[in-house]
């Protein structure tokens, strides 16, 4: 089967963009045709990618409302040049299926017309309620033709049912992890004991300024634990300057951005994972890769991640992100070690047995077959 992946900024940091890597590579690796079609990166390439086929970068068009000020949007979308030459692209890699992953909602209406154009089945995936933009609830009406909707989530699926026709019956596919990547794990980083947060670095999306105020409650109670931030983003200023204010600053570290290697050996020796998010994850796939090291969670009781964080069992679910709250959730774990390691072991179990990136592409693969012309058999399948 030939496979086109439509997502943007592909070789950026982003769970989408882990996605849609893993899911490539995975087909790849079953024998299947993939070939990805993604917008330009803003900057320098910083994640390192597994999919080693073709990717061809051009700009996916955004639709924009009409306006009084922008009467030339009357003009039909399909006439643009950037348009043809999506169109063109997508004609050319005579795919069977094309699975888009745009996050944006101002780009379905290309993508969606890109397929129409080249007769070729949509798949369209939903991540989240963030990606709006100017268009906003309209551009859903462009996925009406879909061959089929995925739904990272059940949250995710239930927060389109109202306004997208066909978000009822959208298939939840959830998120996967890469069971060898605990065993790709370094020696330990930093010298001393710590929770680890993995997130970019924007307040309006992450409570991360939260984390910090939590932390510099319990600090004093626990001198020997440092807070360790991974990731980047417009605001790592003003949290440096927050754990500076906040007389925590030399045991808040912020590491950056840091490689997967990296990523995987900071996960591996944390005592605990937090991230605490101001609007609902569509999953949050750090959650998983830090349950499948062996590492229980703090996250905030919204989205995705009731799905796949037990409260109680596998982590600790807060409800308002108040730096009180996070205070008693990151105290309750670290003194009780046991049930810390108990915990610990229960979320690997669960991530091993249910979030793996082999299952995923096998679910995916029975969508596309189901929305081939014919609905014909697979060429081959994924050895579970």
Same mark, same amino acid.
């Given at each position: 089967m030939r496979i086109l992946l439509i997502c943007e900024a592909f070789g950026s940091i982003g769970g989408v963009q882990e996605v849609v890597d893993n899911l490539a590579a995975e087909l790849s690796a079953a024998g299947q045709q993939v070939a990805i079609v993604s917008s330009p990166e803003s900057g +320098? !390439? %910083?994640? %390192?990618?597994?999919? @080693? =086929?073709?990717? $061809?970068?051009? /700009?996916?068009?955004?639709? !924009?409302p009409l306006t009084l000020r922008h009467l030339e949007r009357l003009w039909p979308q399909s006439v643009s040049s950037q348009m043809r030459q999506f169109s063109a692209a997508i004609a050319a890699l005579r795919p069977d299926v094309v699975s888009s992953h745009c996050w944006s909602w101002d780009r379905f209406p290309a993508v969606a017309a890109g397929c129409r154009r080249a007769g070729v089945a949509l798949v369209h995936?939903?991540?989240?309620?963030? =990606? $709006?933009?100017?268009? =906003?609830?309209? +551009?859903? $009406?462009?996925?009406?033709?879909?061959? +089929?909707?995925?739904?990272?989530?059940?949250?995710?699926?239930?927060?389109?049912?109202?306004?997208?026709p066909g978000a009822r019956a959208a298939r939840v596919i959830t998120g996967g992890v890469d069971p060898g990547g605990p065993q790709s794990a370094g020696a330990r980083l930093h010298p001393r004991p710590y929770i680890f947060c993995a997130a970019r670095l924007d307040r309006r999306h992450k409570a991360i300024d939260a984390l910090i105020a939590g932390f510099a409650l319990i600090a004093r109670g626990a001198s020997e634990? #440092? &807070? &360790?931030? @991974? =990731?980047?983003?417009? #605001?790592? @200023?003003?949290? /440096?300057? &927050?754990?500076?204010?906040?007389?925590?600053?030399?045991?808040?570290?912020f590491t950056g951005a840091v490689s997967r290697s990296e990523l995987w050996t900071l996960y591996q020796h944390a005592l605990l994972f937090a991230m605490p998010s101001r609007m609902p994850e569509g999953l949050g796939l750090v959650f998983l890769e830090s349950m499948a090291c062996g590492v229980p969670v703090i996250g905030t009781r919204s989205g995705g991640t009731t799905e796949i964080v037990d409260d109680g069992g596998t982590g600790i679910l807060i409800d308002n992100n108040s730096p009180q709250e996070l205070a008693s959730a990151m105290r309750?774990? &670290?003194? #009780?070690p046991a049930a810390r390691a108990a915990m610990g072991q229960r979320a690997r179990a669960a991530v091993l047995s249910r979030f793996t990136w082999n299952r995923f592409a096998q679910q995916y693969l029975e969508v596309y077959s189901s929305c081939t012309r014919g609905n014909r058999e697979l060429e081959s399948s994924i050895e579970p």
């Amino acid at each position: 089967m030939r496979i086109l992946l439509i997502c943007e900024a592909f070789g950026s940091i982003g769970g989408v963009q882990e996605v849609v890597d893993n899911l490539a590579a995975e087909l790849s690796a079953a024998g299947q045709q993939v070939a990805i079609v993604s917008s330009p990166e803003s900057g +320098a !390439r %910083t994640r %390192t990618i597994r999919f @080693g =086929g073709e990717c $061809r970068y051009m /700009e996916i068009p955004s639709r !924009r409302p009409l306006t009084l000020r922008h009467l030339e949007r009357l003009w039909p979308q399909s006439v643009s040049s950037q348009m043809r030459q999506f169109s063109a692209a997508i004609a050319a890699l005579r795919p069977d299926v094309v699975s888009s992953h745009c996050w944006s909602w101002d780009r379905f209406p290309a993508v969606a017309a890109g397929c129409r154009r080249a007769g070729v089945a949509l798949v369209h995936s939903l991540f989240d309620s963030w =990606g $709006r933009g100017k268009m =906003g609830a309209a +551009a859903l $009406r462009s996925l009406r033709g879909a061959a +089929a909707i995925v739904a990272l989530s059940e949250a995710t699926r239930r927060f389109f049912e109202p306004i997208l026709p066909g978000a009822r019956a959208a298939r939840v596919i959830t998120g996967g992890v890469d069971p060898g990547g605990p065993q790709s794990a370094g020696a330990r980083l930093h010298p001393r004991p710590y929770i680890f947060c993995a997130a970019r670095l924007d307040r309006r999306h992450k409570a991360i300024d939260a984390l910090i105020a939590g932390f510099a409650l319990i600090a004093r109670g626990a001198s020997e634990v #440092d &807070l &360790l931030i @991974g =990731g980047d983003g417009p #605001d790592r @200023g003003a949290l /440096e300057a &927050l754990a500076n204010a906040a007389g925590v600053g030399n045991r808040v570290r912020f590491t950056g951005a840091v490689s997967r290697s990296e990523l995987w050996t900071l996960y591996q020796h944390a005592l605990l994972f937090a991230m605490p998010s101001r609007m609902p994850e569509g999953l949050g796939l750090v959650f998983l890769e830090s349950m499948a090291c062996g590492v229980p969670v703090i996250g905030t009781r919204s989205g995705g991640t009731t799905e796949i964080v037990d409260d109680g069992g596998t982590g600790i679910l807060i409800d308002n992100n108040s730096p009180q709250e996070l205070a008693s959730a990151m105290r309750r774990m &670290l003194d #009780d070690p046991a049930a810390r390691a108990a915990m610990g072991q229960r979320a690997r179990a669960a991530v091993l047995s249910r979030f793996t990136w082999n299952r995923f592409a096998q679910q995916y693969l029975e969508v596309y077959s189901s929305c081939t012309r014919g609905n014909r058999e697979l060429e081959s399948s994924i050895e579970p």
